[in-house]
């Protein structure tokens, strides 16, 4: 005679196989689905990143810092079309994305379509990219806002949101999938310390992409030629000498030869204020930077590290290549 515990226990591995099962040929299915439209990007004959074919007549998108080398020579690899030619179509410098074009054919190229928007957050979602030259392995992650920040790195801010998950270099360029096998991101970078990669990474918005691929050609957005940064993520040793009452942003990285430079502001001057408002958070201030036309004069009222010196400074906003 069956007891009702080892029922129970027949019954819930039955499902507990049946999920498994069923889970493990999804993630199969979904590989084997997408797989023909990713591919991986040479440079100079190199393997740099990944990238995306995002319609039939070859259009690929890839992080523009994976083809931003001194060789000019780009080629796709994938097992689906072997080794081919890439041209390079447009740039958009303010979100890290390339396009660039494969040969013309009478066939039409495997694709991958668009998602209409970013998964919620905590949704399971999934990377193919080429980490430290292992070919094209589905990575996963997880939504961890959708909401866009700007990240500081190859001396520009990028337009992005987080996703949680590994995902190492060689994996630029490649495609963020939901579970349909939908693109709605770009990986274009990870957050990094000395310790290494820790676990968050930057991802480039349907938005952004759906905006190149209909442009077709370069998109430039303005520049001050310096990163910014909140004060509150500052070390013990600045904020011990700043007066409480300053409030402001910043000033890292200076470019010696960008505008902020030629106005005279150094690493570590604060940024009170821009064009009489004053910002506190990244966000706000690169959006309205970015809202603005090249060329266009911006007044910047600017002290020392310790809240001394301060001072009245115009830029002219240039354009960000």
Same mark, same amino acid.
């Given at each position: 005679? =069956?007891?009702?515990?080892?029922?129970?226990?027949?019954? %819930?591995?039955?499902?507990?196989?049946?999920?498994?099962?069923?889970?493990?040929?999804?993630?199969?299915?979904?590989?084997? &689905?997408?797989? +023909?439209?990713?591919?991986?990007?040479?440079?100079?004959?190199?393997?740099?990143?990944?990238?995306? =074919?995002?319609? $039939?007549?070859?259009?690929?998108?890839?992080?523009?810092?994976?083809?931003?080398?001194?060789?000019?020579?780009?080629?796709?690899?994938?097992?689906?079309?072997?080794?081919?030619?890439?041209?390079?179509?447009?740039?958009?410098?303010?979100?890290?994305?390339?396009?660039?074009?494969?040969?013309?054919?009478?066939?039409?190229?495997?694709?991958?379509? @668009?998602?209409?928007?970013?998964?919620?957050?905590?949704?399971?979602?999934?990377?193919?990219?080429?980490?430290?030259?292992?070919?094209?392995?589905? @990575?996963?992650?997880?939504?961890?806002?959708?909401?866009?920040?700007?990240?500081?790195?190859? #001396?520009?801010?990028?337009?992005?949101?987080?996703? %949680?998950?590994?995902?190492?270099? !060689?994996?630029?360029? !490649?495609?963020?999938?939901?579970? *349909?096998?939908?693109?709605?991101?770009? #990986?274009?970078?990870?957050?990094? %310390?000395?310790?290494?990669?820790?676990?968050?990474?930057?991802?480039?918005?349907?938005?952004? =992409?759906?905006?190149?691929?209909?442009?077709?050609?370069?998109?430039?957005?303005?520049?001050?030629?310096?990163?910014?940064?909140?004060?509150?993520?500052?070390?013990?040793?600045?904020?011990?000498?700043? +007066?409480?009452?300053? *409030?402001?942003?910043?000033?890292?990285?200076?470019?010696?030869?960008?505008?902020?430079?030629?106005?005279?502001?150094?690493?570590?001057?604060?940024?009170?204020?821009?064009?009489?408002?004053?910002?506190?958070?990244?966000?706000?201030?690169?959006?309205?930077?970015?809202?603005? $036309?090249?060329?266009?004069?911006?007044?910047?009222?600017?002290?020392?590290? $310790?809240?001394?010196? $301060? &001072?009245?400074? *115009? =830029? %002219?906003?240039? +354009?960000?290549?």
């Amino acid at each position: 005679m =069956i007891s009702i515990n080892n029922l129970w226990l027949g019954i %819930t591995l039955i499902f507990f196989l049946s999920g498994s099962s069923t889970k493990s040929i999804a993630s199969e299915n979904l590989y084997s &689905k997408v797989l +023909p439209g990713c591919v991986e990007i040479l440079v100079g004959g190199r393997l740099d990143g990944s990238g995306v =074919i995002l319609d $039939k007549n070859g259009s690929v998108l890839t992080a523009l810092h994976v083809i931003r080398k001194k060789q000019k020579t780009y080629e796709c690899l994938s097992r689906e079309l072997g080794r081919l030619p890439l041209k390079l179509v447009a740039t958009y410098r303010g979100c890290d994305l390339a396009l660039l074009s494969l040969p013309k054919r009478k066939q039409a190229y495997p694709t991958l379509p @668009l998602a209409n928007k970013i998964p919620e957050e905590g949704s399971k979602v999934f990377l193919i990219g080429s980490p430290i030259f292992r070919h094209q392995l589905l @990575l996963t992650g997880f939504i961890a806002r959708r909401t866009p920040t700007f990240s500081w790195y190859d #001396q520009a801010f990028t337009e992005t949101f987080p996703i %949680t998950g590994m995902a190492a270099p !060689g994996t630029s360029g !490649g495609p963020w999938m939901n579970d *349909k096998g939908e693109v709605f991101g770009i #990986q274009v970078a990870g957050v990094t %310390t000395d310790l290494g990669h820790q676990g968050v990474n930057s991802v480039v918005g349907i938005k952004s =992409i759906k905006k190149l691929l209909t442009a077709k050609k370069d998109i430039v957005v303005p520049t001050i030629g310096s990163a910014v940064e909140e004060l509150w993520g500052q070390s013990p040793r600045l904020l011990e000498k700043l +007066p409480t009452e300053i *409030k402001g942003l910043l000033f890292r990285q200076v470019t010696s030869k960008g505008v902020c430079a030629k106005a005279g502001i150094k690493n570590e001057d604060i940024m009170l204020s821009a064009n009489g408002k004053t910002y506190e958070r990244i966000e706000p201030f690169i959006k309205y930077v970015r809202s603005l $036309k090249i060329d266009s004069e911006v007044n910047l009222k600017v002290c020392d590290a $310790k809240g001394e010196n $301060k &001072k009245q400074v *115009k =830029i %002219t906003l240039r +354009p960000l290549n």
